[in-house]
């Protein structure tokens, strides 16, 4: 059962396009983390939302939790070649307990 | 991939051997958890544990996998007998305990397994 909706699954762009990518669930989550993946490698975090509405900025990147803590979206301005990778959402529903992980989004960006 | 330690990096195990993978979590974690991550799949939950207790094996096989985290020494996921189909990424993630009040889970680098 897939419980978290993670969109679009594939993403081909021109370096310089602003992409977002989308993260979904019926469920409230208590945190929400996003990850990304090259290939042979693990996940590496890049930011964690705790708070319904929040905002976090990472350089080019912009995260958003949902006011209801149900969604997410991952913004990401003037792409480069060096943000090509896998980018996962993944949510706790409660602070002790495991991660979901969305499908994941294959982002590629030509120069 | 803030310290989460795993190995070996990859393993390859003819069928019917076993297969034994392991995780050494980040410095103050002592929670970890298991994932499996299939060829053009997404990462799925095996196994929760803390030390000396598994607290969720809700995504763990019935059969030939077990997972332990001793008091002393690194997590250990056994797969016993191994199948092809049991060919995949396997990432081990570690996280403080709930009661630090930190919500990040940091992941290993994987081991990577091939039966054949």
């Known amino acids: 059962t897939q419980l978290l909706e993670q969109s679009p699954q594939f993403l081909s762009i021109q370096e310089g396009e602003n992409l977002t990518v989308y993260c979904n669930s019926s469920?409230?989550?208590?945190?929400l983390q996003w990850y990304r993946q090259e290939p042979g490698e693990g996940p590496v975090l890049l930011v964690t939302?705790?708070?319904?509405?929040e905002v976090k900025k990472l350089k080019r990147l912009t995260f958003q939790f949902g006011d209801a803590r149900k969604d997410s979206s991952l913004h990401i301005t003037a792409a480069q070649p060096g943000d090509t990778g896998l980018y996962l959402c993944?949510?706790?529903?409660?602070?002790?307990?495991?991660?979901?992980f969305g499908q994941g989004t294959e982002l590629s960006v030509k120069p | 991939n803030a310290g989460v330690m795993q190995n070996p990096r990859h393993l390859v195990r003819r069928r019917g051997q076993e297969a034994r993978l392991r995780c050494s979590p980040m410095?103050?974690?002592?929670?970890v958890y298991w994932y499996r991550q299939l060829p053009e799949e997404g990462l799925k939950f095996m196994v929760y544990?803390?030390?000396?207790?598994?607290?969720?094996e809700s995504g763990m096989p019935k059969e030939r996998f077990s997972a332990e985290f001793p008091k002393e020494g690194p997590s250990i996921l056994r797969i016993q007998q191994v199948v092809r189909g049991d060919s995949a990424a396997y990432f081990c993630?570690?996280?403080?305990?709930?009661?630090?009040?930190?919500?990040?889970?940091?992941f290993g680098e994987g081991s990577w397994l091939t039966v054949v």
């Open positions: 993630a570690s996280s403080p305990p709930p009661e630090a009040g930190v919500n990040t889970i940091y």
């Open positions: 469920s409230v989550f208590s945190s």
């Open positions: 939302v705790v708070t319904g509405g």
């Open positions: 993944a949510g706790r529903y409660n602070q002790g307990g495991k991660l979901i």
């Open positions: 410095k103050g974690h002592s929670h």
């Open positions: 544990l803390q030390k000396e207790n598994i607290i969720d």
